[in-house]
T-cell receptor, first 114, second 110 residues
Framework: DSGVTQTPKHLITATGQRVTLRCSPR?????VYWYQQSLDQGLQFLIQ???????AKGNILERFSAQQFPDLHSELNLSSLELGDSALYFC?????????????FGQGTRLTVV | QKEVEQDPGPLSVPEGAIVSLNCTYS??????FMWYRQYSRKGPELLMY????GNKEDGRFTAQVDKSSKYISLFIRDSQPSDSATYLC??????????FGGGTRLMVKP
């Protein structure tokens, strides 16, 4: 167990809908990273938050947004969902802002858009 | 072309074999290189990371980086059926974004 908790584990929703994925980082970790894993694109970095502030942005669509709350948990919001958004979404956490090398991953949320 | 390339496999070996997993990368700015193991329907688990060129050993696992040829390797000695998983290499340039290879699926047969 990595100590990173993601909910829900599975999510099935219809096209056009909006969903929120939640992540609780390991105790003491200030950085949260979101990744998307699909069969064709592999594991891709979406966005990083450090202590409540956006720190780095990757290949995140404009329909997607994230935030990190004062208690350090993070939410990834996906809106106007398309079939192609079906994927595994992982959250990872690390202690420092540049700790991408030692980030610990959660178990992921499997999103299915129908 | 992806910045980090990895043969998807599957790679099938008998128990006890030495396994060699490899990646190539194109971004010369990469300084940190990681290997993750991912079991089916689980999150990636960090196995090892190395900085710049060189070797790093941890139990049955050895990570090797050759920056001159932009080549990353992971060797698994005395492979076990429990090592059956997808292995992902990743790299970054001391920033925050990890760039992953597509993963190699390894099967160790008893």
């Amino acid at each position: 167990d990595s100590g990173v908790t993601q909910t829900p584990k599975h999510l099935i929703t219809a096209t056009g809908q909006r969903v929120t994925l939640r992540c609780s980082p390991r105790s003491g970790d200030l950085s949260v990273y979101w990744y998307q894993q699909s069969l064709d694109q592999g594991l891709q970095f979406l966005i990083q938050y450090y202590n409540g502030e956006e720190r780095a942005k990757g290949n995140i669509l404009e329909r997607f947004s994230a935030q990190q709350f004062p208690d350090l948990h993070s939410e990834l919001n996906l809106s106007s969902l398309e079939l192609g958004d079906s994927a595994l979404y992982f959250c990872a956490s690390s202690a420092s802002s540049d700790g991408g090398t030692e980030a610990f991953f959660g178990q992921g949320t499997r999103l299915t858009v129908v | 072309q992806k910045e980090v390339e990895q043969d998807p496999g599957p790679l099938s070996v008998p128990e006890g074999a030495i396994v060699s997993l490899n990646c190539t990368y194109s971004n010369s700015a990469f300084q940190y290189f990681m290997w993750y193991r991912q079991y089916s329907r689980k999150g990636p688990e960090l196995l090892m990371y190395t900085y710049s060129s060189g070797n790093k050993e941890d139990g049955r696992f050895t990570a090797q980086v050759d920056k001159s040829s932009k080549y990353i390797s992971l060797f698994i000695r005395d492979s076990q059926p429990s090592d059956s998983a997808t292995y992902l290499c990743a790299a970054n340039n001391a920033g925050n974004m990890l760039t992953f290879g597509g993963g190699t699926r390894l099967m160790v047969k008893p």
